[in-house]
């Protein structure tokens, strides 16, 4: 559980770091990379230590199928509440396809 914990926030993190300057379109490209790297600083220190620790339980490959699956939420709860843009119908099919991509790496063969 502390590995998914410290997926979710790491993923919190680079939501902001790579999506959260589309509201500021206005402001210069290079001041929002420099502010996008320091906000990833902080994803890193939640990203890093969730591998390591969630490594003694889950393969490489269901580490990151997790990571994605997160990943998705993350972004569908930002994209509507902070970009407020909504998640389309597509999209969400779109999205139940990776995650159903979850049953297969996670299955053992």
């Not at 509201?23 to 929002?32: C, N, Q, T, W």
């Not at 889950?58 to 939420?73: C, G, P, Y």
Request: charged share 10%; hydrophobic share 55%; glycine share 4%.
């Amino acid at each position: 559980m502390r590995t998914i914990a410290l997926l979710t926030v790491s993923n919190i993190f680079m939501t902001f770091a790579w999506y959260g300057h589309l509201k500021y379109r206005e402001v210069p490209l290079f001041k929002v990379i420099v502010i996008s790297w320091m906000i990833a600083f902080f994803e890193y220190c939640f990203q890093v230590p969730a591998n390591r620790i969630g490594s003694y339980e889950f393969s490489a490959a269901q580490l990151k199928t997790i990571q994605e699956v997160i990943t998705l939420l993350v972004f569908s709860v930002f994209s509507v509440l902070y970009l407020k843009q909504p998640v389309r119908w597509n999209h969400a099919v779109g999205f139940a396809m990776i995650v159903a991509a979850v049953g297969v790496i996670f299955k053992q063969w």
